[in-house]
């Protein structure tokens, strides 16, 4: 993709690094603030801010993605209760106002692409309600983290749309553009702490990406040619059967994926009556396609494994969801205990090998 | 807009037996304004809550032409199923839907109607069925087929005896083991096949059984000349949502739940699994 050229808005404003933890503040009178933060045992993690200070640029990506902040692991659907006259349902909704501080490229558009997810076809007002109140800050990234491929999904490391308010830090200041609205508001709640950026600052972002694509790190994931042979079934069982024996059916690659939204709905008491509640669920599980009656048509591993693909690579999903279902962030690398990554799986796909 | 996820409180009406395992229910809306705008189609299904056990998908087992409930008929399986079972007539169930596409009768308006049903398979038909069966006049031949594992295990079971009667409908029945006091048919399904005559050039063949059942008697009709398109089935998957959104009942890039549940031969035959 042809970087840097006219993707600088021309409202674009900066702000200066001391400054930033004022705007924050000012933030935190009207929303919670949640940011990466260096948790125990040195952990990147999501957490909402009491201090403007907790606030930190220098990390690579947090181990999890922000999906819970749009749709939580446990997500309450429907409150039910029961009085003398019967049954009472109400939805559940979740309209606290957030935002989303320092979201790397990468997540920012998964939360865009989840955002798609449930509001088309039918609109899932549960995920809505919650995701409207939702404003995503999103942070460039100068220096790509290790095991990203986020230029083969296009999602990074420094986004054209698909975020609120999207920052980059310049070597003297920070960088920022809107990309939404909600973006405009929030950027305006900076009030003078927002000068207009300088043509220089514009040159310097654009060099700033240009230099970061240039420093990607070893794995890539070509999904043209993968497409391809996935939606046609063109690939053989036994490549699906030899990879798949690597596999362990942990679910940690859709736990920790960012784009994954597969769930299951069960009641969970609460107090005198119950929260019907969606939770996390993997494609990757024998149960997942379990029928009442025994009969299971995703019975063996191989098949699960092709299900997953055919949804993240098909031509078919493509067509419907505008993107692959992946933003290259690499947390399926990090945490597979066998080697069936994303880029792994593509790329035996892609050659038609497998070397385990 | 109603909340995609929330159900409406349905009360039961009535429950009936059908075998050891299996029971029909009849189930209204609180609201009776709701209820009169509650318009369901043959081949659509229903997301049934019994509140504090979760939610499951089941077939509308009754014809639209009844509207003064809406049935449905479950086999107990497992904890749901059997809290379900638990419920008598006045008890509060949740109700959402229906949901998913139906048979479409426009298209089977003037031709033949073979109705092939394995187990617990006939329920979804049934709908279909009394739906074509109150309006006789603008279909051609009707044919049932039903077959269980035992004369037990047969549903509906003074409806099957009313069918039989009837002038206007062949209806044949067979189980796959007999028990005493049975003097019928014996064998699966396709050998009643051969106690009919097909017409497949006119006819339309709606199949609803077991995976199994469905397959043998798919292949049994393709032989016997019937097009692709004009074998229809609904599909059964695992399902949490019913809204398309949970993935849980995914075929390649179809929903059984928005796409779906009915589908035809060639359209079953073309997706990937």
Same mark, same amino acid.
């Given at each position: 993709?042809?970087?840097?050229?006219?993707?600088?808005?021309?409202?674009?404003?900066?702000?200066?690094?001391?400054?930033?933890?004022?705007?924050?503040?000012?933030?935190?009178?009207?929303?919670?603030?949640?940011?990466?933060?260096?948790?125990?045992?040195?952990?990147?993690?999501?957490?909402?801010?009491?201090?403007?200070?907790?606030?930190?640029?220098?990390?690579?990506?947090?181990?999890?993605?922000?999906?819970?902040?749009?749709?939580?692991?446990?997500?309450?659907?429907?409150?039910?209760?029961?009085?003398?006259?019967?049954?009472?349902?109400?939805?559940?909704?979740?309209?606290?106002?957030?935002?989303?501080?320092?979201?790397?490229?990468?997540?920012?558009?998964?939360?865009?692409?989840?955002?798609?997810?449930?509001?088309?076809?039918?609109?899932?007002?549960?995920?809505?309600?919650?995701?409207?109140?939702?404003?995503?800050?999103?942070?460039?990234?100068?220096?790509?983290?290790?095991?990203?491929?986020?230029?083969?999904?296009?999602?990074?490391?420094?986004?054209?749309?698909?975020?609120?308010?999207?920052?980059?830090?310049?070597?003297?200041?920070?960088?920022?553009?809107?990309?939404?609205?909600?973006?405009?508001?929030?950027?305006?709640?900076?009030?003078?702490?927002?000068?207009?950026?300088?043509?220089?600052?514009?040159?310097?972002?654009?060099?700033?990406?240009?230099?970061?694509?240039?420093?990607?790190?070893?794995?890539?994931?070509?999904?043209?040619?993968?497409?391809?042979?996935?939606?046609?079934?063109?690939?053989?069982?036994?490549?699906?059967?030899?990879?798949?024996?690597?596999?362990?059916?942990?679910?940690?690659?859709?736990?920790?994926?960012?784009?994954?939204?597969?769930?299951?709905?069960?009641?969970?008491?609460?107090?005198?009556?119950?929260?019907?509640?969606?939770?996390?669920?993997?494609?990757?599980?024998?149960?997942?396609?379990?029928?009442?009656?025994?009969?299971?048509?995703?019975?063996?591993?191989?098949?699960?494994?092709?299900?997953?693909?055919?949804?993240?690579?098909?031509?078919?999903?493509?067509?419907?969801?505008?993107?692959?279902?992946?933003?290259?962030?690499?947390?399926?690398?990090?945490?597979?205990?066998?080697?069936?990554?994303?880029?792994?799986?593509?790329?035996?796909?892609?050659?038609?090998?497998?070397?385990? | 807009?109603?909340?995609?996820?929330?159900?409406?409180?349905?009360?039961?009406?009535?429950?009936?037996?059908?075998?050891?395992?299996?029971?029909?229910?009849?189930?209204?809306?609180?609201?009776?304004?709701?209820?009169?705008?509650?318009?369901?189609?043959?081949?659509?299904?229903?997301?049934?809550?019994?509140?504090?056990?979760?939610?499951?998908?089941?077939?509308?087992?009754?014809?639209?032409?009844?509207?003064?409930?809406?049935?449905?008929?479950?086999?107990?399986?497992?904890?749901?199923?059997?809290?379900?079972?638990?419920? #008598?007539?006045?008890?509060?169930?949740? !109700? %959402?839907?229906?949901?998913? @596409?139906?048979? =479409?009768?426009?298209?089977?308006? +003037? /031709?033949?109607?073979?109705?092939?049903? #394995?187990?617990?398979?006939?329920?979804? !038909? %049934?709908?279909?069925?009394? @739906?074509?069966? =109150?309006?006789?006049?603008?279909? +051609? /031949?009707?044919?049932?087929?039903?077959?269980?594992?035992?004369?037990?295990?047969?549903?509906?079971?003074?409806?099957?005896?009313?069918?039989?009667?009837?002038?206007?409908?062949?209806?044949?029945?067979?189980?796959?083991?007999?028990?005493?006091?049975?003097?019928?048919?014996?064998?699966?399904?396709?050998?009643?096949?051969?106690?009919?005559?097909?017409?497949?050039?006119?006819?339309?063949?709606?199949?609803?059984?077991?995976?199994?059942?469905?397959?043998?008697?798919?292949?049994?009709?393709?032989?016997?000349?019937?097009?692709?398109?004009?074998?229809?089935?609904?599909?059964?998957?695992?399902?949490?949502?019913?809204?398309?959104?949970?993935?849980?009942?995914?075929?390649?890039?179809?929903?059984?739940?928005?796409?779906?549940?009915?589908?035809?031969?060639?359209?079953?035959?073309?997706?990937?699994?």
């Amino acid at each position: 993709m042809k970087n840097g050229e006219d993707m600088v808005q021309d409202g674009a404003k900066t702000i200066a690094r001391q400054d930033v933890g004022k705007w924050v503040a000012k933030l935190m009178e009207r929303a919670e603030v949640i940011t990466p933060v260096a948790g125990h045992g040195g952990d990147v993690m999501y957490s909402r801010v009491s201090s403007p200070d907790d606030v930190m640029f220098d990390f690579a990506n947090t181990l999890l993605p922000p999906k819970q902040f749009v749709l939580p692991q446990t997500d309450p659907l429907v409150r039910i209760r029961r009085d003398a006259g019967g049954f009472k349902v109400e939805p559940a909704y979740d309209e606290r106002r957030r935002v989303l501080f320092n979201v790397r490229s990468c997540d920012a558009r998964s939360i865009s692409f989840l955002t798609k997810m449930h509001t088309m076809d039918l609109v899932d007002d549960v995920f809505r309600k919650r995701a409207e109140n939702v404003t995503v800050v999103s942070l460039t990234c100068n220096i790509p983290c290790p095991l990203g491929f986020c230029t083969c999904t296009d999602s990074g490391p420094f986004l054209k749309d698909g975020y609120d308010v999207q920052l980059t830090l310049l070597p003297d200041r920070i960088l920022v553009e809107t990309g939404s609205e909600k973006g405009v508001a929030l950027v305006a709640q900076g009030g003078d702490l927002m000068r207009p950026a300088a043509g220089t600052d514009v040159d310097q972002r654009k060099l700033l990406e240009e230099v970061a694509r240039g420093s990607m790190g070893k794995e890539t994931c070509h999904f043209a040619s993968a497409m391809r042979r996935v939606s046609t079934g063109r690939v053989e069982e036994d490549l699906w059967v030899r990879m798949s024996d690597w596999c362990v059916e942990c679910g940690g690659c859709n736990l920790v994926c960012p784009t994954c939204y597969c769930f299951s709905v069960k009641d969970l008491r609460d107090g005198d009556g119950w929260l019907r509640c969606r939770t996390w669920d993997s494609c990757q599980y024998a149960a997942f396609t379990m029928e009442a009656s025994g009969h299971n048509p995703r019975e063996r591993r191989k098949d699960r494994m092709k299900r997953r693909f055919f949804h993240k690579v098909s031509a078919q999903y493509f067509q419907r969801d505008g993107m692959v279902g992946c933003v290259g962030c690499g947390r399926c690398v990090k945490v597979c205990l066998g080697t069936t990554d994303v880029p792994a799986v593509v790329g035996a796909i892609r050659k038609g090998a497998w070397n385990g | 807009m109603d909340s995609l996820f929330l159900p409406r409180i349905a009360r039961i009406v009535s429950v009936r037996d059908e075998t050891p395992d299996t029971k029909t229910f009849a189930l209204k809306l609180r609201d009776p304004g709701e209820h009169q705008r509650l318009h369901f189609r043959p081949g659509q299904f229903l997301e049934l809550s019994v509140f504090g056990f979760g939610e499951a998908p089941f077939c509308v087992a009754s014809s639209p032409t009844r509207p003064e409930t809406v049935q449905t008929t479950v086999r107990r399986t497992g904890k749901l199923t059997s809290a379900l079972h638990a419920l #008598g007539v006045g008890d509060e169930v949740g !109700l %959402r839907g229906p949901c998913g @596409n139906c048979f =479409d009768l426009e298209a089977a308006r +003037g /031709k033949d109607l073979l109705f092939v049903a #394995g187990g617990i398979g006939l329920p979804p !038909l %049934r709908s279909i069925i009394w @739906n074509v069966l =109150d309006e006789r006049k603008g279909y +051609g /031949k009707v044919t049932i087929l039903y077959g269980a594992r035992t004369p037990t295990d047969l549903v509906y079971k003074d409806e099957l005896e009313e069918w039989k009667k009837r002038s206007d409908v062949k209806f044949l029945v067979t189980v796959d083991r007999s028990e005493p006091g049975w003097e019928g048919n014996v064998g699966m399904v396709p050998i009643l096949f051969d106690k009919t005559e097909l017409t497949p050039d006119t006819t339309l063949a709606y199949v609803c059984g077991p995976p199994i059942m469905i397959k043998f008697v798919i292949q049994d009709l393709l032989m016997r000349g019937f097009k692709e398109e004009s074998i229809i089935s609904t599909l059964e998957r695992m399902m949490q949502c019913g809204v398309g959104k949970c993935n849980h009942c995914a075929i390649g890039h179809r929903y059984v739940c928005r796409d779906g549940p009915v589908f035809n031969y060639k359209q079953i035959r073309e997706m990937v699994e």
